[in-house]
């Protein structure tokens, strides 16, 4: 593999993952992908009380 593949793949997975990881904010923008009720599950999940 040359280093110019490695940096594209590099920065397309970064790419991917800030998109992935800021996904529960477009949500209501789709509107298909996940009910509000499964992103609160989820944030309740992520932070115990």
Known sequence: MSS???FSLLIASVGILMV???R??????TGYETPPSAA???RIDAVPR
């Open 24 to 29: 529960p904010a477009p949500t209501i923008f």
């Open 20 to 22: 992935w990881a800021f």
């Open 4 to 6: 110019r593949l490695v």
């Open 40 to 42: 609160k599950t989820d």
